[in-house]
């Protein structure tokens, strides 16, 4: 069809519309018994009486004003189709819809308590929506049903739910779109704080006006007005949309399948991440960013990935909004920069710094862990490759089962993993296994991994003692080993595709302690004749690591550096000079070296030969100077 004739209908449509010239013809008199004074009020009979003249007599004038002016706009109007037939003139039905129309409300009853209670929700005309197509289409079929013309929007916090709500409330002000929502009113109603008897008027008033949807927010949460709510479920002229998510949709909705059942329900998912960076854009557009193409493909690639506590587009959104300070061109650098600030978490290249701790990470690990060589270089590997970005993203980035006795440095490697890159020894999330062993500690672990993983992507997972959890919980792991993802209760997947994880096990022990030199091959033979691990289990880790029981060399080592750290210490809160000899160190290591216990005992004989050498030193009312034990 011709574009300008195309166009002209469009205007002519619009034309008829923008006064509610076919609306007011429709209820030219039905306000006259929708607006009416509110029940209980003491009005007196002057009050009552220009109350009758403004709602009936003026109203009624400015309805049929309206009208004739919307006739001869539509007329004049139609006489510029040769205008629009000579001249290739482009009007969208869109835009179009954006405009709205005028004297709706003349046609409607009045909502003096909603009013109160509520908020009309309206979005902005240039704020699109992308990804939520079948969304929409399912709406308009429920908001335009005879009866029960209720929607249930189902989706997790950040999916767009709000977004779609407002975007219903622009649609209201326009006579364009669908029977269900043409001009109506989208009003929130804050149910918090409201009493019964104004909850009841609200309902009333929406019902009695004609023209509203009302709007309640976390549907789960009200599970006592649902009673009260069913009254109006099926009211001809009052469409209620409801939002909750769908763990409370399983946990507390379900329980009302009568209450349900007067919904549409709608499930309200993420969007895809082209339709992440559409709306980026758009919002970008909005607040006058000045952003290249690539920084924003860069925030849905990060958020994706360091993000897991909130849904998309809300965790992109947010970023933005930080970038939004910046006030100038926002490239790839500052996104990086921003996310690594909000996650405290290396991201983009490699700086200087870090390409230097990553290359020297090895020798400097190799200086506080003793006898532990192949352990240390096989998590430093793993550590490089999750980096340089190389790592495979469909599993975690290194999973590892360190097997020896106590005290042989399985937790410590860990620890200073974890202080070598991250910079702090608590930077690794600890589970002590133990306290996982019976079957229904299984959903106690699940949320405490989950909630843990959301807050830090990219971090070192300490499985302690793994042996001793419920054979359930390592099919979780084996889950999440395998797959590099565990979901919670709420169905939100969790991803652990930039961790690193270690556990440890203390099984196998005694055959380590009989024979050091035991191949690993044979020992993990062992381990699944005695039915501790399944095959399956331990075929999903990177490397199974043994730590071998420590000689007295290697205590001795291990003696030297904790005087060290201890005379470290010692010096700065006290400023006390601990001399460090030879006799001093053989002394301790002696006295701590056990080939059963490991370095535990050393520790011990540190409290008994030094430290408390160092009390009586402080006690006696030295302070400072220099302190030698023989």
Not at 203 to 226: D, T
Not at 526 to 547: A, G, T
Request: aromatic share 8%; net charge neutral; hydrophobic share 45%.
């Amino acid at each position: 069809m011709h574009p300008g004739i195309q166009s002209w209908k469009h205007f002519v449509i619009y034309a008829y519309s923008a006064f509610s010239t076919p609306l007011l013809l429709k209820t030219l008199f039905l306000p006259f018994g929708m607006d009416e004074i509110e029940k209980g009020s003491q009005l007196t009979f002057f009050e009552k009486a220009v109350f009758f003249v403004l709602s009936r007599i003026m109203g009624f004038t400015a309805r049929i004003v309206l009208i004739v002016i919307g006739l001869l706009f539509t007329i004049l109007i139609i006489l510029t189709f040769p205008i629009f037939f000579l001249l290739p003139i482009k009007i969208s039905r869109e835009s179009l819809q954006n405009l709205g129309s005028f004297g709706a409300s003349l046609s409607y009853g009045s909502t003096y308590v909603l009013n109160k209670h509520g908020r009309d929700v309206v979005g902005m005309s240039r704020q699109k929506i992308y990804g939520k197509e079948k969304a929409l289409r399912m709406i308009e079929r429920g908001l335009s049903k005879e009866t029960n013309h209720n929607v249930l929007l189902v989706g997790d916090a950040g999916v767009g739910k709000s977004t779609l709500i407002s975007h219903l409330g622009r649609m209201g002000q326009s006579g364009l779109f669908f029977q269900g929502i043409n001009h109506h009113r989208v009003v929130e109603l804050n149910i918090e704080g409201i009493n019964l008897s104004d909850f009841d008027k609200c309902l009333q008033e929406g019902a009695h006006a004609g023209n509203v949807i009302l709007v309640i927010k976390n549907i789960h949460a009200h599970e006592a007005l649902y009673e009260r709510l069913m009254l109006y479920l099926q009211t001809a002229h009052l469409g209620i949309i409801a939002t909750t998510d769908f763990f409370n949709y399983d946990r507390v909705l379900k329980n009302h399948p009568e209450f349900l059942s007067k919904f549409e329900k709608i499930d309200i998912t993420e969007p895809n991440p082209d339709e992440v960076v559409a709306i980026l854009t758009n919002n970008a557009h909005l607040r006058g960013i000045s952003i290249e193409l690539d920084a924003l493909l860069e925030i849905v690639r990060l958020a994706d990935r360091l993000i897991n506590n909130q849904s998309e587009p809300a965790r992109s959104l947010l970023i933005l909004e930080e970038l939004e300070t910046l006030g100038r061109a926002i490239t790839i650098a500052d996104v990086r920069q921003i996310v690594s600030d909000k996650t405290n978490m290396p991201v983009g290249d490699l700086g200087l710094d870090e390409r230097k701790v990553l290359a020297e990470l090895e020798v400097s690990m190799k200086k506080k862990v003793v006898g532990q060589d192949e352990a240390v270089g096989d998590v430093s590997e793993a550590l490089r490759r999750l980096r340089t970005g190389i790592a495979d993203h469909s599993k975690p980035a290194g999973s590892f089962l360190f097997l020896g006795p106590t005290g042989v440095g399985k937790t410590h490697t860990a620890k200073i993993l974890a202080e070598s890159y991250f910079g702090r020894k608590d930077a690794m999330i600890r589970f002590d296994m133990s306290e996982f062993s019976l079957p229904e500690s299984v959903m106690p672990f699940t949320e405490r991994l989950t909630s843990a993983i959301e807050e830090m992507p990219l971090s070192l997972v300490f499985f302690d003692e793994l042996e001793k959890s419920n054979s359930l919980i390592r099919n979780l792991l084996l889950q999440v080993l395998d797959e590099g993802r565990l979901t919670r209760v709420s169905g939100r997947e969790m991803s652990f595709k930039d961790a690193i994880i270690i556990a440890t096990s203390n099984a196998g022990s005694a055959e380590i302690v009989a024979n050091p030199n035991i191949e690993k091959k044979m020992l993990i033979n062992i381990l699944i004749q005695k039915n501790i691990f399944s095959p399956e289990f331990l075929n999903r880790f990177n490397s199974i690591i043994l730590f071998k029981p420590l000689d007295q060399g290697q205590a001795r080592k291990i003696t030297s550096l904790l005087l060290t750290e201890f005379a470290q210490r010692l010096f700065e809160d006290k400023k006390i000079t601990l001399e460090i000899t030879d006799a001093l160190i053989d002394k301790v290591a002696s006295a701590g070296f056990d080939r059963e216990f490991g370095a535990r005992p050393i520790k011990r004989a540190m409290e008994e030969i030094v430290e408390n050498k160092v009390a009586e030193y402080i006690i006696a009312g030295h302070t400072g100077g220099s302190l030698k034990i023989v």
